[in-house]
């Protein structure tokens, strides 16, 4: 596989990423329940993170977020070949790996953020009919 590419196909993620989250933003322009992309980099932003390189020479590495909270979301990405292994890139792709995970992790909490709201709702409806 060649160098360019390996680039088209990161270039193609990224603008369907772009126009995907564009789609979503405005599919989900009227919920309060939403999480996105910007809080998810600033939580990433504000983690103390370690580097970890596998083999020598380095063909893969982990980088550990340890997000405000104290829970961990670990990062992963790799070459085949070692000679192409370069350390800005595997940066980007471990963030981008812990970005998925925490933005599912995001959507859990949100989820019971809601089913919470939903029973103080029907907590406060019940007590004004009882009371």
């Keep these: 596989m060649d160098n360019d590419y390996v680039v088209f196909c990161i270039n193609y993620f990224t603008i369907m990423n ?12 009227d919920n309060p329940y939403f999480v996105t ?25 982990t980088i550990s977020y340890k997000l405000q909270n104290g829970f961990t979301v670990l990062g992963r990405s790799a070459v085949v070949n070692h000679k192409k292994f370069d350390v800005g890139i595997g940066r980007k792709m471990c963030r981008l790996h812990a970005m998925n995970q925490l933005w599912q ?3 859990y ?9 939903q029973l103080r709702i029907e907590q406060e409806n019940l007590a004004r009919r009882l009371g």
Aim: charged share 35%.
């Design 18 to 29: 772009t126009q995907l989250e564009e789609e979503i933003r405005e599919h989900h322009k």
């Design 37 to 61: 992309k910007e809080q998810i980099e600033a939580i990433l932003d504000r983690a103390e993170t370690v580097e970890q390189y596998q083999h020598d020479p380095p063909i893969s590495m």
């Design 105 to 107: 992790l995001e959507g």
């Design 109 to 117: 909490r949100l989820q019971w953020d809601m089913y919470n709201e």
